[in-house]
Nanobody, 129 residues
Framework: EVQLVESGGGLVQTGGSLRLSCAAS????????IGWFRQAPGKEREGVSG????????IYRDSVKGRFTISADNALGMVHLQMNELRPEDTGVYYC??????????????????????WGQGIQVTVSS
């Protein structure tokens, strides 16, 4: 059984930092990328960042480049998203996601890239102005 368990969300002021973590189990890491999507109230879910567990390739949404850093520890099955210089527009529910590595680039286009993937329960991130 595949499990993705998020931790690390919360409330932070503009300019602050948070670190999200995702504990993944039940996956063959050679085949999968793991990362994060987010959904703000009234908006569609969007891809934020992902990392291929096999070769370490990373992707980032343009609006978070230079502020967010994704990393993975395959031995522990952990993926982390360090979020710095947070802005109110970063507010939303953040979902850990796992999908086939070959589709990683499509994460930034549509969450349909995860139609055959897996999702965590989601965790709230709120950035106050």
């Amino acid at each position: 059984e595949v499990q993705l368990v998020e931790s690390g969300g919360g409330l932070v002021q503009t300019g602050g930092s948070l670190r999200l973590s995702c504990a993944a189990s039940g996956l063959n890491f050679d085949d999968y990328a793991i990362g994060w999507f987010r959904q703000a109230p009234g908006k569609e879910r969007e891809g934020v960042s992902g990392i291929s567990m096999k070769d370490g390739k990373t992707i980032y949404r343009d609006s978070v480049k230079g502020r967010f850093t994704i990393s993975a520890d395959n031995a522990l099955g952990m993926v982390h998203l360090q979020m710095n210089e947070l802005r109110p527009e970063d507010t939303g529910v953040y979902y850990c996601a796992a999908g086939r590595s070959v589709l990683l680039d499509l994460w930034l286009v549509s969450d349909r890239a995860l139609d055959y993937g897996y999702w965590g329960q989601g965790i709230q991130v709120t950035v106050s102005s």
